[in-house]
Structure formats: C-alpha cells, structure tokens
C-alpha cells in the first residue's frame, strides 16, 4: 500500500521555525520526485517545493527561496522541509506529493501520483 505521512507541523510565531517531515512507504523511492504542496482556506493548492530523489536537485517557489530547505533521507524513505522565517501567509494545510515530474514539471500537482493527508501550519502574528 502506498502511503506517504506527513508530520511536524503546529502553531509557531512570525520568525520561527519548523521541521515538516514525509514519511514514504508502498513504491520504489529512489524513481519517484518528492514535492511539497501548500493550501490556504479559500486559496487553491500551490507548489512550494521539490526534491528529485535520483540526483538530488531542489526546486523552491519564489515566495520561500531562501527560507525554506528540502532534503532527504534516501535510507529512511524520508524528506524533510526546514522552514525559517515564517510569516503568517505561510499558514497553511502542508501536502508531500510523489511523482515523476522530470525537473521543470515540478509545481504541477497533476504530475504527482501519490499525496499525503496534510498537516496543518499555523504562523501567529
């Protein structure tokens, strides 16, 4: 079965931190790109970043360049979103996606396969 679990969001402050984590299980980690996906109350779901687990490359949204980082834990069947300095537009349902996106298609949600259940991020002002 396949499942991809997110966890690690919460209630934080603007200009703190948190760690997101997906946890991938059910397909062949290594051919699929992991992507992390965002949706607001009322607002579609919009990309924010992705990680191609058979070279490494990383691909941000511009709206978290430099604040946020994707990485993974081949062994583990992991990946990970840092977050810092976060701002209160950063609240958010956080989705991680699986697919083969081949690089450029990477922020369309249409390109991923399978999808977690979401965990919330709330930032306070």
């Known amino acids: 079965e396949v499942q991809l679990v997110e966890s690690g969001g919460g209630l934080v402050q603007t200009g703190g931190s948190l760690r997101l984590s997906c946890k991938a299980s059910g397909f062949s980690f290594m051919d699929y790109d992991i992507g992390w996906f965002r949706q607001a109350p009322g607002k579609e779901r919009e990309p924010v970043s992705s990680?191609?687990?058979?070279?490494?490359?990383?691909f941000y949204s511009d709206s978290v360049e430099g604040r946020f980082t994707i990485s993974s834990d081949n062994a583990k069947n992991m990946v990970y979103l840092y977050m810092d300095s976060l701002q209160p537009e950063d609240t958010a349902v956080y989705f991680c996606a699986a697919g083969r996106t081949f690089g450029g298609n990477w922020a369309r949600p249409w390109m991923y396969d399978y999808w977690g259940q979401g965990t919330q991020v709330t930032v306070s002002s």
């Open positions: 990680i191609s687990e058979s070279n490494g490359s990383t």
